[in-house]
Nanobody
Framework: QVQLVESGGGLVQAGGSLRLSCAAS????????MGWFRQAPGKEREFVAG????????LYTDSVKGRFTISRDSAKKMVYLQMNSLKLEDTAVYYC??????????????????WGQGTQVTVSS
């Protein structure tokens, strides 16, 4: 059974930075793609960034390109989301997710079978 545990959320001023972490356990993740999604109050969950575990290829939604960086540490089974130049509109609950049959990173949440519990990111003015 795959388990994903996020950490690193919190309150930060606009323009600041946070690094989210996702600890993955339970499987070998070589064939997986890992994604970060977020959901703001009253909005649908949206894809933020993703990475293929074996090749390290990445994909970002347009609104975070140049500000967010996704990475993974295979030895530690950790996935990170470095968030810089945070904006008020980045406020949301952020979720780590795993897609076990990933030939590429997909932005659709239905492809991801495993989800963490989420971590709150709040950006203040």
């Amino acid at each position: 059974q795959v388990q994903l545990v996020e950490s690193g959320g919190g309150l930060v001023q606009a323009g600041g930075s946070l690094r989210l972490s996702c600890a993955a356990s339970g499987r070998t993740f070589n064939t997986y793609a890992m994604g970060w999604f977020r959901q703001a109050p009253g909005k649908e969950r949206e894809f933020v960034a993703g990475i293929r575990w074996n090749f390290g290829t990445t994909l970002y939604t347009d609104s975070v390109k140049g500000r967010f960086t996704i990475s993974r540490d295979s030895a530690k089974k950790m996935v990170y989301l470095q968030m810089n130049s945070l904006k008020l509109e980045d406020t949301a609950v952020y979720y780590c997710a795993a897609d076990p049959q990933a030939f590429r990173v997909t932005t659709s949440d239905v492809a991801y079978d495993y989800w963490g519990q989420g971590t709150q990111v709040t950006v203040s003015s």
